[in-house]
C-alpha cells in the first residue's frame, strides 16, 4: 500500500518525500483539531487512574 501511495506522489524523491511531510502534517493538525475532538464524546477521557 505505501509503495502504491509513493509511486502516485508527483516528483523526485525529494518532492515525494516533501509531498509526504506535508500530508502527514496536514493529517495529524485534521486529526487533533476536528477528528478527535469530534469523537472524544463516545470516550471516556475525563476520568483518570491515578489518585494522590
Known amino acids: 500500500m505505501y509503495s ?18 506535508v500530508l502527514l502534517t496536514g493529517l495529524a493538525l485534521f486529526m487533533f483539531t476536528i477528528g478527535f475532538p469530534a469523537i472524544e464524546q463516545y470516550f471516556n477521557v475525563d476520568q483518570t487512574t491515578i489518585t494522590e
Open 4 to 21: 502504491w501511495i509513493w509511486n502516485k506522489l508527483p516528483g523526485g524523491k525529494i518532492a515525494k518525500t516533501f509531498i509526504a511531510i
